[in-house]
């Protein structure tokens, strides 16, 4: 419970209020993960939708054991909420080509257990996450809430560990 209660307090931080300098909220600690709603694929595309975020996927498809296929189900609705707060806030398009879908890396905070999404690369992404948040090495930068933004080769991998400010 007093796990909870702090990331509820840092929740509550409006996205662009918080410096790029300050000081980011911790991921959970191994092992302890939020109790954060899993939504079907068909929620998770109703919200984006309403949102004005696009997906796509290289096999034209959404089964979640195809991976090339872009899924949704049992996505996390933080992760959901996060990628629209990073929308509204930047005013980027967003096009999203990797969900839970199986074929990325394993772990805690993985694709497949709902805690990120690809992107499709953009100036407008690059230029607000550079003038945003915080640049931890590696082209990895931490939003203010403790999202962490990894800019690879030809996408954004993005872990959600909360909604960004939603």
Not at 59 to 68: A, E, I, L
Not at 148 to 161: F, G, I, L, P
Request: hydrophobic share 35%.
């Amino acid at each position: 419970m007093r796990r909870l209660a702090a990331v509820g307090t840092a929740l509550a931080l409006p996205l662009l209020a918080v410096p790029a300098t300050a000081q980011a909220a911790a991921p959970p600690a191994a092992g302890e993960v939020s109790a954060a709603a899993k939504l079907t694929h068909s929620q998770a595309t109703t919200m984006f939708r309403n949102a004005g975020i696009t997906w796509s996927s290289s096999g034209n498809c959404s089964d979640r054991n195809r991976p090339t296929c872009t899924s949704f189900e049992q996505i996390r609705e933080d992760t959901v909420k996060g990628a629209i707060t990073l929308k509204r806030a930047s005013g980027c398009a967003l096009n999203v080509t990797g969900g839970t879908e199986t074929g990325h890396a394993s772990g805690t905070y993985s694709h497949w257990n709902g805690y990120k999404l690809d992107y499709s690369l953009s100036t407008c992404v690059q230029n607000y996450v550079n003038a945003n948040f915080s640049y931890i090495g590696g082209n990895k930068w931490r939003s203010g809430s403790g999202n962490v933004y990894y800019r690879e080769s030809n996408h954004w991998d993005v872990t959600y560990y909360n909604c960004g400010g939603c």
